[in-house]
């Protein structure tokens, strides 16, 4: 208190209350200023998302085309007329040219139209060529692709219309939501089965041939008995080692004829050790192999399959069979699991290839002949039965060996007959274009 009385101001409080309010107020801006631009990096950070997530999409659907555009020339070069254009690109290629039949395609060009919405209306760029696939819609995006000559190819590379090598480029665009735009390319080749090396290869270190007791029959490696490559002619049975050569001899020494060029008889069975495709002495290769067939097949069966459902010389098939079948006569690839039996009668024109349990029996004298190749290997393990546990570990099982776990293969033929097995590159040929085009290389431009 004053000494007149009057109560004093308390100064003190008043200056504290003021810098109060200041330092709340630079508070309040602060957090305003933090909290926006938090904001404003979550803003960008949804953007950029938005962006990210625009760009995966739109190379989905470019490699969406580039997979259908794979599978539509397989579908083309299956049904191509006529059969010699199965195994060619040529007539694929002269169709893309268009009616000036020049490839004029070229990737850098390709582009997408839209209309006054911002929807994409059709592509530019690549002349009167004819796409591989046409514009596609595909959920919320678009795709097309198109097809030239593989870049190796003699001059003028990949707007050569001759195919000497079945390899081809495949280009594919995708578009998606607002403007985003892909474009991917890829190198295909035709997938084919390994090159078969004899008449009749028997797979494993103690083969089991026996060809018959009939002279009549018919065994030889002469290319389609001498009406198809001129000169080409390979072992009529095959095998793996001198040991396996030395028990294959024991069958070719029966009634019967066996020749291949100027040899004939034991002549003709020949130890393939050091020029078969090692895949075909690898017994996990093997198996790898019997599930791409399978992936391809027309028809995947079993013992019930009706024979109906095989292929014909002029219309072959991929079918393939889990246990035990018989047939009469057929065409195309047949794969075996279990035990084949077939007559004499029995006609085939194509790949027979009986690895799983690995044993074909021919019963019955006839005069059927089977046009093509054979391949005979036990990859089924003890059991004898394929796609289990045990499969590639028969008694051969031996680390570290190539053929481990491949046991013996049995080609028994029982009765007379002038029937017999015929090599012939045709007929094994003519179920190449049942198989897919795989990517040997890929890039996004």
């Known amino acids: 208190m004053r000494q007149d009385g009057e109560p004093t101001m308390d100064v003190k409080s008043d200056n504290e209350r003021g810098s109060a309010l200041v330092l709340a107020i630079f508070v309040l801006v602060l957090l305003t200023g933090m909290g926006a631009a938090l904001l404003f990096v979550s803003e960008n950070e949804v953007k950029m998302s938005q962006v990210d997530v625009k760009d995966k999409q739109v190379f989905y659907f470019a490699e969406a085309g580039l997979e259908h555009a794979r599978e539509q020339l397989r579908f083309n070069n299956m049904n191509a007329t006529p059969p010699s254009n199965k195994t060619t690109l040529n007539d694929d290629l002269l169709a893309a040219a268009g009616p000036n039949g020049v490839l004029d395609f070229d990737a850098a060009n390709l582009k997408a139209v839209y209309d006054s919405s911002g929807n994409v209306t059709g592509f530019t760029g690549y002349g009167d060529d004819v796409p ?115 028990s294959a001899d024991t069958g070719v020494q029966k009634p019967g004829t066996y020749s291949t060029g100027a040899l004939t008889g034991t002549g003709t069975v020949s130890d393939l050790t050091s020029t078969i495709d090692p895949n075909l002495n690898n017994c996990q290769y093997l198996l790898d192999l019997a599930k791409k067939v399978r992936n391809v097949a027309t028809v995947v069966g079993d013992s019930s399959t009706p024979t109906s459902s095989l292929g014909t010389a002029a219309n072959p098939k991929v079918v393939f069979i889990d246990g035990d079948f018989s047939f009469t006569d057929g065409g195309g690839l047949l794969w075996v699991t279990g035990n084949l039996t077939i007559t004499g009668n029995t006609n085939w024109n194509g790949v027979l290839i009986i690895v799983g349990k690995g044993n074909l029996q021919r019963n019955g004298s006839g005069n059927g002949v089977i046009s093509g190749s054979v391949l005979v290997a036990d990859v089924a393990g003890p059991d004898g039965i394929m796609w289990t546990a045990d499969d590639c570990s028969g008694p051969d099982d031996v680390k570290g060996n190539a053929d481990d776990g491949i046991s013996s293969g049995t080609y028994n033929v029982n009765g007379g007959g002038s029937g017999g097995e015929v090599y012939c590159t045709n007929d094994i040929h003519n179920i190449d274009s049942e198989f897919p085009f795989v990517i040997v290389s890929f890039r996004e431009r």
Not at 160 to 186: C, F, H, K, W
Not at 219 to 232: A, Q, W
């Open 132 to 246: 591989l696939k046409a514009m596609t819609t595909f959920g919320p995006g678009k795709y097309a692709a198109f097809l030239l000559n593989d870049p190796l190819e003699a001059s003028p590379g990949k707007t050569n219309l001759n195919d000497t090598n079945q390899r081809a480029m495949i280009t594919a665009i995708g578009t998606g939501a607002g403007t985003s735009l892909e474009v991917v390319q890829a190198i295909v080749k035709r997938e084919t089965l390994p090159q078969f090396p004899s008449t009749i290869t028997i797979v494993g270190p103690n083969p089991n041939f026996d060809g018959g007791s009939s002279s009549a029959k018919n065994y030889t490696g002469n290319d389609c008995n001498g009406t198809g490559i001129p000169g080409l002619s390979v072992p009529v049975v095959g095998v793996i080692g001198t040991a396996a050569k030395a």
